[in-house]
């Protein structure tokens, strides 16, 4: 039990608060009458509780406004100044990969930061006042949209344009067999989930979206990382071997199209072969269709659910990428885990909330969404060249990349070995942040490789920190 004086008590409460940053220099403390309701206390109490924030230098009283967060400079306590330690306690970490969260929150202490390491388009890049308009409407057109209760698995409109688009990728599924969700990792944690309990082993590219490590992490189960093709995807061959040393692998994860980090499209015909070999093995198939959609091809790529005849393969798929990254809206197909699945969802996280479904429904249906995508793809591809021509120019001699056929990304192997991670710090200097390869496989062995975004548009400021990268990668190798 805390035996401090309760003023005391609340100042602490107050403190944490201030030190946190969530209430900022120059912020309005609340009133003390504020304080008097909320925490149900005396007048003074609460009056004691801001003197000695004022008295301790981080409160300043401002005549006729109240009490206000002092600002930098101002005498505030030594506490409150010091920096951000670069390197966070694993302790807040617990039960996710420590080493891509430590390299998360190190580009995050760095916000003014060219950012290199993301993996979607630019803001200006998506249709943001047509959806706009699109949500104005289904607002006027339901004005008690937000009083009502979210349709389970996800609004019918929604969950229609959805199984009508799919047929583009061979996929014939009924809108009653999809599930919305939270973007495509949500989808994910459902699959796996559904299909595998902590202990088991999940088989995974390699190298592969680091998220999809955490996910494994946090769910207590265990990845195999498989060898992957540039050119065709995860081997089969692998996976056999596999199989034979492994009595618990309980599915395969993989992103057929446009993986990510590689940018590999795997041929159908290994599509085919990979999703028959799982079926006769018994081990669900999972797949991460997110990029499909922005190939370079005019022809749309197959998803592995196009080869699925016995409902094993899970497809999960969102629109973060294509259009829209800011309403984290995707969704899964679960094949014979539909019911489990549906089961998860509720239990974990409940129905989407509805509007943002309206809204993508009601501009997926429209021919503009295929003339935004047409457009998208057209940028992207623009943009993937100017930056691997930088790249070829700038980097120092035994840089390597090939320029995939879509997407939003670059794979690059560093010459000489250069580790990524090393990178990663010098450039964050140089106020640049870069996904460094040791993010992409719970192993060492591509830390010579890094991930660069291709989503901004080209711009004299970026080709200005793509020399800067360059020559903090000839100095780290003493050129």
């Not at 446009?258 to 797949?287: R, T, Y």
Request: hydrophobic share 45%; glycine share 6%; with cysteine.
């Amino acid at each position: 039990m805390d035996t401090q004086p309760l003023y005391r008590q609340l100042a602490s409460h107050y403190l944490h608060a201030i030190e946190a940053g969530t209430l900022a220099p120059g912020e309005r403390m609340p009133s003390v009458r504020a304080l008097m309701a909320r925490h149900d206390v005396s007048l003074s109490t609460a009056l004691q509780t801001c003197r000695h924030l004022e008295n301790q230098g981080l409160l300043e009283a401002r005549p006729r406004s109240g009490y206000f967060v002092r600002m930098p400079g101002r005498h505030a306590l030594a506490a409150v100044e010091e920096p951000v330690p670069t390197v966070p306690d694993p302790a807040q970490y617990v039960g996710i990969h420590e080493r891509v969260s430590a390299i998360i929150a190190r580009g995050r202490q760095s916000p003014g930061a060219i950012n290199l390491c993301g993996a979607s388009g630019a803001p200006s890049l998506y249709p943001v006042e047509a959806l706009k308009t699109a949500a104005m409407r289904a607002l006027r057109n339901d004005p008690e949209l937000f009083g009502a209760q979210a349709p389970p698995n996800g609004h019918p409109a929604f969950r229609s344009i959805l199984a009508k688009r799919a047929l583009a990728a061979r996929i014939n599924v009924h809108q009653d067999e999809i599930i919305v969700t939270y973007g495509c990792v949500e989808a994910l944690n459902l699959a796996l989930r559904a299909v595998a309990q902590p202990g088991d082993v999940i088989a995974v590219e390699s190298p592969t979206f680091f998220g999809l490590l955490q996910i494994l992490e946090s769910l207590g189960m265990r990845a195999l990382e498989i060898p992957t093709s540039p050119q065709t995807g995860i081997s089969l061959e692998a996976l056999e071997l596999a199989v034979q040393t492994y009595d618990n692998i309980k599915a395969v994860v993989v992103v057929p199209n446009l993986q990510n980090p590689l940018g590999s499209i795997m041929p159908d015909a290994n599509k085919e072969n990979l999703v028959h070999w799982c079926e006769a093995q018994g081990i669900p198939l999972i797949e991460d269709d997110t990029y499909g959609a922005l190939s370079n091809a005019d022809t749309p790529l197959a998803a592995l659910k196009a080869w699925d005849h016995s409902d094993n393969v899970i497809h999960c798929a969102s629109i973060n990428k294509v259009l829209a990254p800011g309403m984290r809206l995707g969704w899964i197909a679960a094949g014979k885990w539909h019911a489990r699945v549906e089961m998860l969802k509720y239990a974990q996280s409940r129905p989407n909330e509805a509007l943002a479904q309206i809204t993508v429904a009601d501009y997926m249906a429209s021919p503009a969404f295929d003339r935004h995508v047409r457009r998208l793809r057209g940028n992207l591809r623009e943009q993937r060249e100017r930056m691997a021509e930088a790249v070829a120019a700038y980097f120092p001699v035994g840089t390597r990349l090939s320029v995939p056929a879509g997407g939003v990304c670059l794979w690059i192997e560093l010459p000489g070995k250069l580790s990524s991670e090393a990178l990663f710090n010098a450039a964050l200097v140089e106020g640049i942040h870069i996904a460094p390869g040791v993010m992409f496989s719970n192993s060492r062995r591509f830390d010579h490789f890094l991930r660069v975004s291709c989503g901004m548009p080209w711009s004299r400021e970026l080709d200005h920190a793509i020399r800067r990268l360059a020559a903090v990668v000839s100095r780290l190798l003493g050129a």
